[in-house]
């Protein structure tokens, strides 16, 4: 008798997918789009092809907001993604996830010989690996401080653990000089030994936009890191050689902070429900030495009275532990309340405020001290100039005076001795001036040469 199960068609190609799916989770796969076709779904439908061969795949339309470029028919690509069965045709096709245009392969190529190289020397090795603070203190980020993500690994970890400081350490994720960056950042903070915990944080991308991620001396310096440090770069999708070489790979950044930081009310709550339960096993413990201690005086008699004490004693010590773990929780609520309250103070909006303020109350000062210095320099100069008005020469000159200068070297005369007969002088008036010939020269005060 044939014991061979007998599959229906459906059967079959739900076994098939099932097969193709848990063999190749995810792969990655060169190409050229041919037949490529856009129906009204959004969805794009074409086939990739080589010289010997050719596979369907499908594009949906929620991934291709990924896309560099929009794809074409005759381009040479990479696609990543997934192989899957359409079980009412028992066709089966490439879920693409991520297309990697002209240059990828090449990329590709190197990703592969690099991770290769670098599992053989031991880079990857699990025993490798540093162990997780599990409530870190203090966490740098190595990221680009204007990119998404590194905005959703500070809202979670506020959001789970508000407690843990948190520092950016600026870099370039993309470029040439990202991963050098990168690593010296990564080398930098070591040297300090001032945090818990390091992050490698980035969004998603290409493969060309995380390939300083793919950087052999990035590698080696993660991998030399006394830090522990923390993969968090991509997609879920996306894996890059840091990813292999780092002590814990995150899927995304807001996955990181997630994986990271233990929720704070949760821990509350274990907490509370850990003081309950050593509560109830201590009443529970507690009621059963009380009716030991009851049969106990029973069997006694005259011992009652110290019974009955040790009873009221044991009862006060019950509700003292009590109060005890009451007030430890208190104290805990509100040590997370002044977290949160400093937390607040800190809040970049806040702080930006307060010096707004500051600045416009000094620009203030500053201008009313300004006119004042204005104000006083005007009125000194205005005396100063009324002192020099009284005191000079042109007003001397104007009444009536005059100054006597040798004609060829200009120099002023004062005493009649001075000249000589014959010497050429130009007298100076308070308007003009006047030249003329010595004919005598006289030293009585108050008479004056004769002139020319």
Same mark, same amino acid.
């Given at each position: 008798?044939?014991?061979?199960?007998?599959?229906?068609?459906?059967?079959?190609?739900?076994?098939?997918?099932?097969?193709?799916?848990?063999?190749?989770?995810?792969?990655?796969?060169?190409?050229?789009?041919?037949?490529?076709?856009?129906?009204?779904?959004?969805?794009?439908?074409?086939?990739?092809?080589?010289?010997?061969?050719?596979?369907?795949?499908?594009?949906?339309?929620?991934?291709?907001?990924?896309?560099?470029?929009?794809?074409?028919?005759?381009?040479?690509?990479?696609?990543?993604?997934?192989?899957?069965?359409?079980?009412?045709?028992?066709?089966?096709?490439?879920?693409?996830?991520?297309?990697?245009?002209?240059?990828?392969?090449?990329?590709?190529?190197?990703?592969?010989?690099?991770?290769?190289?670098?599992?053989?020397?031991?880079?990857?090795?699990?025993?490798?690996?540093?162990?997780?603070?599990?409530?870190?203190?203090?966490?740098?980020?190595?990221?680009?401080?204007?990119?998404?993500?590194?905005?959703?690994?500070?809202?979670?970890?506020?959001?789970?653990?508000?407690?843990?400081?948190?520092?950016?350490?600026?870099?370039?994720?993309?470029?040439?000089?990202?991963?050098?960056?990168?690593?010296?950042?990564?080398?930098?903070?070591?040297?300090?030994?001032?945090?818990?915990?390091?992050?490698?944080?980035?969004?998603?991308?290409?493969?060309?936009?995380?390939?300083?991620?793919?950087?052999?001396?990035?590698?080696?310096?993660?991998?030399?890191?006394?830090?522990?440090?923390?993969?968090?770069?991509?997609?879920?999708?996306?894996?890059?050689?840091?990813?292999?070489?780092?002590?814990?790979?995150?899927?995304?950044?807001?996955?990181?902070?997630?994986?990271?930081?233990?929720?704070?009310?949760?821990?509350?709550?274990?907490?509370?429900?850990? %003081? $309950?339960?050593?509560?109830? @096993?201590?009443?529970? +413990?507690?009621?059963?030495? =009380?009716?030991? *201690?009851? !049969?106990?005086? #029973?069997?006694?008699?005259?011992?009652?009275?110290?019974?009955?004490?040790?009873?009221?004693?044991?009862?006060?010590?019950?509700?003292?532990?009590? %109060? $005890?773990?009451?007030?430890? @929780?208190?104290?805990? +609520?509100?040590?997370?309340? =002044?977290?949160? *309250?400093? !937390?607040?103070? #800190?809040?970049?909006?806040?702080?930006?405020?307060?010096?707004?303020?500051?600045?416009?109350?000094?620009?203030?000062?500053?201008?009313?001290?300004?006119?004042?210095?204005?104000?006083?320099?005007?009125?000194?100069?205005?005396?100063?100039?009324?002192?020099?008005?009284?005191?000079?020469?042109?007003?001397?000159?104007?009444?009536?005076?005059?100054?006597?200068?040798?004609?060829?070297?200009?120099?002023?005369?004062?005493?009649?001795?001075?000249?000589?007969?014959?010497?050429?002088?130009?007298?100076?008036?308070?308007?003009?001036?006047?030249?003329?010939?010595?004919?005598?020269?006289?030293?009585?005060?108050?008479?004056?040469?004769?002139?020319?």
């Amino acid at each position: 008798m044939d014991r061979q199960h007998i599959y229906t068609v459906s059967e079959l190609n739900g076994a098939i997918r099932n097969l193709l799916e848990n063999r190749f989770p995810f792969l990655s796969v060169s190409g050229e789009i041919s037949n490529l076709r856009r129906p009204y779904s959004g969805h794009l439908y074409f086939t990739l092809k080589d010289d010997q061969g050719r596979i369907k795949a499908v594009l949906f339309k929620m991934q291709q907001r990924y896309l560099k470029q929009p794809p074409a028919d005759g381009q040479s690509v990479i696609c990543r993604g997934r192989i899957s069965v359409y079980e009412p045709r028992g066709d089966y096709q490439l879920i693409v996830d991520q297309i990697d245009f002209h240059g990828a392969g090449n990329l590709q190529l190197a990703f592969e010989q690099l991770k290769k190289k670098l599992d053989g020397e031991g880079l990857f090795a699990r025993e490798a690996k540093k162990n997780l603070p599990a409530v870190p203190r203090h966490i740098t980020l190595i990221t680009s401080p204007k990119g998404a993500a590194v905005h959703d690994f500070i809202r979670i970890a506020a959001r789970r653990f508000p407690g843990t400081r948190l520092a950016v350490y600026p870099v370039a994720v993309q470029g040439d000089q990202a991963a050098a960056e990168i690593a010296g950042a990564i080398r930098q903070v070591n040297s300090r030994l001032d945090t818990d915990i390091i992050v490698l944080c980035r969004g998603g991308g290409s493969i060309e936009d995380l390939q300083p991620f793919n950087d052999e001396q990035l590698a080696r310096a993660v991998y030399a890191s006394k830090i522990p440090v923390v993969s968090a770069i991509g997609h879920e999708i996306d894996f890059t050689i840091a990813d292999f070489v780092s002590d814990l790979r995150a899927p995304t950044p807001s996955a990181a902070a997630e994986l990271l930081l233990p929720d704070a009310r949760a821990l509350l709550d274990t907490v509370r429900n850990l %003081r $309950n339960r050593l509560i109830r @096993l201590l009443q529970d +413990r507690l009621n059963r030495l =009380a009716d030991r *201690l009851a !049969l106990q005086q #029973q069997k006694l008699g005259d011992f009652s009275a110290p019974l009955a004490n040790l009873l009221l004693k044991v009862d006060q010590e019950s509700m003292l532990l009590s %109060r $005890n773990m009451e007030n430890i @929780l208190q104290s805990r +609520r509100q040590r997370i309340s =002044a977290i949160e *309250l400093r !937390l607040e103070r #800190q809040n970049p909006d806040t702080r930006l405020q307060l010096s707004i303020s500051r600045l416009t109350s000094m620009r203030k000062r500053l201008v009313r001290s300004a006119h004042h210095c204005i104000i006083a320099n005007e009125q000194l100069l205005e005396q100063q100039k009324s002192l020099l008005e009284a005191i000079s020469p042109h007003a001397t000159l104007a009444r009536g005076y005059a100054i006597v200068r040798e004609k060829n070297t200009l120099k002023v005369v004062t005493d009649s001795s001075e000249v000589n007969p014959g010497d050429q002088a130009e007298i100076l008036l308070h308007r003009g001036r006047i030249e003329v010939t010595v004919d005598s020269c006289s030293r009585e005060p108050g008479k004056q040469a004769r002139q020319g």
